[in-house]
């Protein structure tokens, strides 16, 4: 049975200082660092086929130092876009060499919420300018975006058919994939996975660094998460 496993990337550098990030690139701060080992511990000894990360190096950066830590022995190589300068002059050229290697791509269909407006801004100011429940609906609701961004549904309209159209195939396939992306975009996947209703979604909270494992059920199609 194939497994799915889904990843939040460890805190950001902006998570720590309490700022909207969305489509900012920030690195990760130590903690997040820590929180990617922690979580490659974590699946170290489930074989990964393949490796899904949003285009933001935060998503990266974790990936990466969560798979330091797997027992394969095998190194994530990205994947450059075929047609492309990169993605020619970045081809192995030895068999032997290929298979002790784990296929990386990068998909901006994956990236957090874009969050518009609010990028760069202190939560807490907000809060003092607009009050806490506005802010509340900025960040955690289904349907209301930030101004200028995106809403949580806006957000599932690119992640959800990317998932289903790259990522389910490979499951299908019998191959395990490890998805690092962002609370948001995750969230939007964990939505249909577990057939969650925008209520349930908007009160689901992903923490940094902890991963979501599920089964892939090919009689059913199925994804059955792991307790």
Not at 84 to 92: A, Q, V
Not at 98 to 109: M, T
Not at 188 to 199: D, G, K, R, T
């Amino acid at each position: 049975m194939a497994k799915l496993i889904m990843m939040r990337h460890g805190e950001s550098e902006w998570n720590r200082n309490n700022i909207f990030t969305g489509w900012v690139d920030i690195p990760l701060s130590p903690k997040g660092i820590e929180e990617s080992f922690v979580g490659g511990e974590r699946i170290k000894d489930i074989p990964v086929d393949i490796i899904f990360m949003s285009s933001l190096m935060r998503s990266q950066m974790t990936a990466m130092l969560a798979m330091s830590r797997h027992n394969s022995g095998k190194i994530p190589v990205i994947q450059h876009p075929r047609g492309t300068l990169l993605g020619h002059w970045s081809k192995i050229n030895s068999a032997a060499t290929e298979e002790q290697v784990i296929p990386s791509l990068i998909a901006w269909e994956l990236n957090e919420r874009m969050y518009g407006d609010l990028q760069g801004l202190n939560k807490q100011h907000l809060i003092d300018q607009y009050g806490a429940e506005q802010v509340k609906f900025w960040r955690r609701s289904y349907d209301i975006a930030p101004p200028g961004g995106e809403s949580l549904a806006m957000t599932a309209t690119r992640t959800i058919p990317y998932f289903q159209n790259h990522i389910v195939p490979h499951l299908e396939s019998g191959r395990n994939v490890f998805v690092s992306a962002h609370g948001n975009s995750l969230r939007s996947i964990v939505m249909v996975l577990e057939n969650l209703n925008p209520q349930q979604i908007v009160n689901l909270e992903l923490a940094t660094g902890e991963p979501l494992i599920y089964n892939f059920d090919s009689s059913s199609g199925q994804c059955i998460k792991e307790n």
